[in-house]
């Protein structure tokens, strides 16, 4: 099996995301309102839950991790990776007052580490100031991909990106349907255009295309997968660069397909 990327769930409602080999199955972020949910997600998309190796968390958010997911993995063995600067937040916040004693809970910190024959390389973005959030590069044999959601500012986070085979990056709202239906929080996430922006720059200062990106993380009430879509296309357009890889938008509410994701071939460095 290639390296292989599917979303789950991609919403303020619940995220999850899994990435795959013929060695490792991985969720990435795991926030989901019940037990059964959980079950019946993992036995839908992975079969028995027993065959993931483990559960990486981007932050404490409760649509990223949550009380119930956290029971499932107990239950089941499944390790659970979060940054060491969230351990207290996930006690805090998911516990519950439930003891957690047989939660196989493995903190990482700022270095790479391994699930089977993946590598993690974290890195934090900027969102809430109150939780701090984490971005992975994850490599397989010759193969980058980057995974991040939620963040509101991406320059100093660009360079993660250049290079990269597969991106999963937040695209969280329309300017316009804010407007109509304003939400503070939305401050800390990032908006098609910006989103657009961050792509367009990726593209110029890399040597060659990624194989697939999808956005993630849209607002069910303040977004669309087709504006979405559109405003990276004008964009990339508007700045006279070919948007030569293929671009989808993850659902909210149910399973992306799942995408095979390659290696791309190198290209001159774009204008």
């Known amino acids: 099996m290639p390296l292989t990327f599917q979303s789950l769930r991609s919403s303020s409602r619940g995220n999850c995301l899994l990435v795959r080999t013929d060695r490792a199955n991985v969720l990435i972020d795991c926030g989901l309102g019940s037990m059964k949910r959980t079950r019946e997600l993992l036995n839908k998309h992975v079969g028995n839950p027993q065959a993931i190796d483990a559960l990486v968390v981007s932050h404490m958010h409760s649509d990223h991790i949550s009380y119930y997911p956290l029971r499932v993995f107990e239950k089941e063995g499944i390790e659970v990776r979060v940054h060491e600067s969230c351990l207290s937040q996930l006690k805090e916040r998911h516990f519950n007052g439930y003891g957690f004693d047989l939660l196989k809970l493995k903190p990482f910190g700022e270095r790479e580490f391994r699930v089977g024959d993946l590598t993690f390389q974290p890195f934090e973005v900027p969102h809430n100031p109150f939780f701090p959030?984490?971005?992975f590069i994850v490599r397989y044999k010759n193969i980058k991909a980057v995974i991040a959601a939620d963040f509101n500012d991406?320059?100093?986070v660009l360079g993660?990106?250049?290079d990269s085979?597969?991106?999963?990056?937040?695209?969280?709202?329309?300017l316009e349907l804010l407007r109509l239906h304003y939400n503070p929080n939305s401050q800390f996430h990032m908006p098609n255009p910006e989103t657009g922006r961050l792509l367009c720059r990726m593209r110029s200062d890399s040597r060659k295309p990624p194989?697939?990106?999808m956005?993630?993380?849209?607002?069910l009430i303040r977004n669309k997968p087709q504006i979405a879509l559109k405003e990276i296309e004008h964009r990339f357009r508007d700045k006279g660069i070919e948007l030569d890889f293929e671009l989808l938008a993850a659902?909210?509410?149910n399973a992306s397909?799942?995408?095979k994701i390659k290696a791309s071939e190198s290209t001159t460095t774009r204008a």
């Open 154 to 156: 991406w320059e100093d």
């Open 211 to 213: 194989h697939v990106v």
């Open 133 to 135: 959030t984490y971005g």
């Open 251 to 253: 659902p909210g509410l």
């Open 160 to 162: 993660h990106f250049v």
């Open 165 to 174: 085979d597969f991106i999963f990056v937040e695209s969280n709202y329309d």
């Open 257 to 259: 397909e799942a995408v």
């Open 215 to 219: 956005l993630g993380h849209l607002s």
